[in-house]
Every structure is written in structure tokens, then in C-alpha cells.
Nanobody, 123 residues
Framework: QVQLVESGGGLVQAGGSLRLSCASS????????MAWYRQGPGKQRELVAF???????NYADSGKGRFTISRDNAKNTMYLQMSSLTPEDTAVYYC?????????????????WGQGTQVTVSS
């Protein structure tokens, strides 16, 4: 069982930036993909971005142009750089690993979740 530990959340003003980190207890290139999800107040958990084993990236429309997903294989750590944040980005952000693919939606099938890190954007 992989352990995923997120960090980097906090309170930021609208227009600000944050970088989230996700440290994995296993080699991150052993996963089909890794992903960031978020769950806002009263909302369902949603996919934010993912990065494949080969390094390809994909973003939900909400983060395109503002968020950048990346990874450091040597540190077994994934990142989410977020900029131009708005109050609508307020959520708990979760790191996840993929055990395969949902070929219907071309999104990761999640194997493991981190505990989440709170991001709060004030107006």
C-alpha cells in the first residue's frame, strides 16, 4: 500500500499562488499516472489534473492556463503549481495514484488517495 502525503495548502488571497506537493512512499514512475483531485464545500470530488507514466499531462478546464502539474522522479514527489487563484478554487486537494485507466472517459482509475490538504482562497 502506497503512502501519499500532501503539503503546501493554506490561506491565500485571490490572485495569489500556491504550490502543492505530494510525496509518495513508492517510486512514482511505477504508477500508470498520478493525479490531483479537489473537493469544494458541498461539491463532489473532481479531477484537477493528471500526469502519466510517460510524463504527458492533462488538465480540467477549470485549471487550464493557471495550474501546472509536474513531478520530480528522484524525490518521488508530484507537484501542483497554482496561480491566479480565485475563491472558486477553495477546496481540499487530494493526491492520487492510478492503477489503470477508465477508457470511456480517458481518466485515471484511482488506486490510492492521500489525506488531502486544504486550500482556501479569500476574496
Amino acid at each position: 500500500q502506497v503512502q501519499l502525503v500532501e503539503s503546501g495548502g493554506g490561506l491565500v488571497q485571490a490572485g495569489g499562488s500556491l504550490r502543492l506537493s505530494c510525496a509518495s512512499s513508492r517510486t512514482i514512475t511505477s504508477f500508470a499516472a498520478m493525479a490531483w483531485y479537489r473537493q469544494g464545500p458541498g461539491k463532489q470530488r473532481e479531477l484537477v489534473a493528471f500526469i502519466t507514466h510517460g510524463g504527458s499531462t492533462n488538465y480540467a478546464d477549470s485549471g487550464k492556463g493557471r495550474f501546472t502539474i509536474s513531478r520530480d522522479n528522484a524525490k518521488n514527489t508530484m507537484y501542483l503549481q497554482m496561480s491566479s487563484l480565485t475563491p472558486e478554487d477553495t477546496a481540499v486537494y487530494y493526491c492520487a495514484t492510478s492503477k489503470g485507466w477508465d477508457w470511456g472517459t480517458i481518466t485515471p482509475l484511482i488506486g490510492s488517495w492521500g489525506q488531502g490538504t486544504q486550500v482556501t482562497v479569500s476574496s
